[in-house]
């Protein structure tokens, strides 16, 4: 087992991990950069080095500070948290002639998942559905346009190198799309260096469902059921949950066996996650693979009772998976929120500055995944997740309104939060009855007005019985 590992992170996830570090007994290098300079994973580290200024460029995307900070500290492996250098295949290299392991899969096999398109080709090959779409990258308006013709419109045009919902443009119509094409290549260039993009027919109403994979060195690949995400804005998560309210015992095991297919296609090895749309008529298809732990990788651990992050660690020291999995193991339900420092009523716009008063919920089932704490200033230069909030019940219901009765407990000051906008959520008839889809949020857009009464009276405030 692996002596030191250094997180090339910060946040929650740097936290998360020196928590898993912790109880396998492995020291801990926490890496900063100026503006991380109070924060808790330098705390709770055994080491910690600075990186070099706020921006992540010159800190947490800094290759070079990254290593050099591994060898000066004498770390043997490197965990990637997740954003940042995650699915940086240079980077995964690079640790590795550096001799360090990297907790997560090979450079290649980051390569090959990262190119959207080719990962598609690769999932059409083994059978496994694909959004009607281009059979590969589409080089100019002119080409994409006789594609989007015979898919018909909408159509969704999206980077090849995308992720984080960058890069992506809808077509309502041949009269929007040559705008659209050129954006998306725009912005697909701006982000990741690469204007290779590629189409796809636009769903009306799918939903977001993940398989979770877990793969070890001895060649074995399993499955963990799946993830419900289809809250989202702007195709970005905002509340996600396991199991999912639209799958079925025997879809859960088709799109498992078809995620199963794809790591084993690859020999994958470590923590990922195969995104799937499931549309109305119960087709699935699938839309991308994340070679790294996920945000929401919470909800899995609560309805398994397995640590995928320990488990990440102990496969990337060449252990053998520690359980198996069937697609049958899963206990209860579980929610988690992403609660963020932004203001929903102003298209989400990030709110920095220093939290003043900040009191967690509790009680059973509930947990809190967070790196601040009252006196925490918010820095500007990073993305404005401030915590998870996840919580499990022994049903749905259960934890709907464990989530509900955490959200209105959990105080947050100094900052506008997401908790009323979360609250709301949890209220809301459709929410209740698991009938959301991507688009859900578009559909209720008075969710994100602070002054809309709940939909449904909060159970929680009903009087408790003795
Ligand atoms: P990213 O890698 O940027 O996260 P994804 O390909 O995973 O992008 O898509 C993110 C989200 O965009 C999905 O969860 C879904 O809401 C929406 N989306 C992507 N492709 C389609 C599609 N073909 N039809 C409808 N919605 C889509």
Redesign the pocket.
Known sequence: MFKKVLIANRGEIALRVIRACKELDIHTVAVYSEADRDSLHTRFADDDVCIGRAPSRDSYLNIPRIIAAAEITGADAIHPGYGFLAENAEFADIVRTSNITFVGPSGDQIRQMGD?AAARKLAQKLKVPT?PGSPGPVEDAEAGLKVAEKIGFPV?I?AAA?????G?RVAQDEEQFPQAFSLAKQEALAAFGSDEVYL????AR?R?IEIQIMGDTHGRIMHLCERDCSV?RR?QKLIEEAPSPAVDQTLRQDIGDAAVRLAEAIAYVGAGTI?F?LDEDGSFYF??MNTRIQVEHPVTEMCTNFDLVKEQIRVAAGEPLSFVMNGNRLRGHAIECRVNAEDPSRNFQPSPGTITVYHPPGGPGVRVDTHIYAGYSVPPYYDSLLAKLIVHGNSREEALARMRQALDSFIIEGVTTTIPFLSRVMRHPDFIAGRVD?KFLEREPQLLQSATPPTVPAPSARPVPA
């Open positions: 959207k959004v969704i999206k995308g992720g984080g919902g960058k992506m796809e027919k636009y769903l799918p977001h989202q195709h995104e749309l839309m991308e991507t």
